[in-house]
């Protein structure tokens, strides 16, 4: 049976979170969530002349949360009472560590054409370069728009790709005759490998001489005659000027998802964010394989071997409607889930009315909770926006709003 919360009782008690913020040159500059978010929860005033770019949320060593009762890591918190915080279900799967790390995202300019690797690459990453690839976990994730939000999102299915490498001659020019008529010929994991691996290993002159190419004829049509890849295209150059990322508008799926769209990332598949604000969660990892749109170290020859080279559209998730014990639908809140396919993790959403209190869906792990807006109290514990909460494995958390609405 679950037992509702009793704020007299220290073990029924949320852990307010002071998180980690991170100012990587592709953040927001001015306003931002981020920035918002990041000095309401520190109460640190954010420059914001500096890009903000991710608010941490968990364990990770990169940007590890803080407990703000006792100023103690919650990795060393949870450490030393790892059954009662993370199930025993949770600890015997993951180990004693919480096993997901949840970030905000500001994102002004494309990030780098990435993959995530599984779990036995991460480790062979980590043994060979544990200053490159700091950990040995893998890193599947998912990412729900808070604000309309861009990105590259697995590779363009076979008929669409076949289009492209006859209609975008700079496309066929990088990815060579061979390759490029071998895919036309006979569209297949196989021969998209052939096709992504020439691309991006193509020479310096190569990829040089294509986007240029793509840029001066691009620019000589009609602005509204582009189609939205090819603008993106325009865009990325912009950005990265000459970079063989630019050549990936045509090679991966443009996912443009309206607040509340959710998307998930399996290990082992290319994508890249463009422009916007997300929430976005994932296993507890920073392994980041990279290989265009980015000044960082480009692993290309990993990059395209360990990808799966799956094809079409991603899956985009609206959310599932969440109801009440009794089976009733939550009259006094809206209550959203997102269930990814792997077992780290979900996401939920909540929109408490004001005045009003919502029992939070009791889960056999731990949970971390981010107040987006209204004021209250959740789980005993004074909230607002810019407040993040843990709570242990089995605990019933209660979201009561003030006199505006809590949306978490």
Known sequence: PVRPPDPSDPSAMVLSLTCAVQNYDWGITGDSEVASLGERNTGTSADREKPHAELWMGTHPSGPSMVKGTGEGLKETIAAKAEEFLGKVTLETFGADLPFLTKVLSVAKALSIQAHPDKTLARALHADRPHVYKDANHKPEMTLAITEFEALCGFVAHDVLVQNLSKVPELRAAAGEDASAAFAAAPSTATLRQVFTAVMTA??????????????????????????????????????????????????????????????????????????????????????????????????????????????????????????????????????????????????????????????????????????????????????????????????????????????
């Open 203 to 408: 020479s310096a002159e190569t990829v040089s001489e294509s986007i240029s190419s793509l840029v001066s004829r691009l620019r000589k049509e009609d602005e509204s005659a582009l189609s939205p890849v090819d603008a993106l295209a325009l865009r990325l150059e912009t950005q990265y000027p000459g970079d063989v990322g630019v050549l990936c508008a045509y090679l991966l799926n443009y996912v443009t998802l309206r607040p509340g769209q959710c998307i998930y990332l399996a290990a082992n598949e290319p994508h890249a964010y463009l422009q916007g604000e997300c929430v976005e969660c994932m296993a507890t990892s920073d392994n980041v394989v990279r290989a265009g749109l980015t000044p960082k170290l480009r692993d290309t020859a990993i990059l395209c071997d360990m990808l799966t080279y799956n094809a079409g559209e991603p899956t985009v998730l609206d959310g599932d409607a969440i109801k009440s014990s009794d089976g009733a639908t939550k009259t006094n809140a809206t209550v959203r889930r997102y269930v990814p396919p792997f077992d780290e993790f979900q996401l939920e959403t909540y929109e408490v009315e004001a005045g009003s209190t919502c029992l939070a869906s009791v889960s056999p792990g731990p949970c971390v909770f981010l107040v987006f807006g209204g004021a209250g109290e959740m789980g005993g514990e004074k909230v607002a926006r810019g407040s993040v909460v843990f709570a242990k494995a089995d605990e019933a958390v209660s979201i009561t709003a003030g006199e505006e609405a809590i949306v978490a």
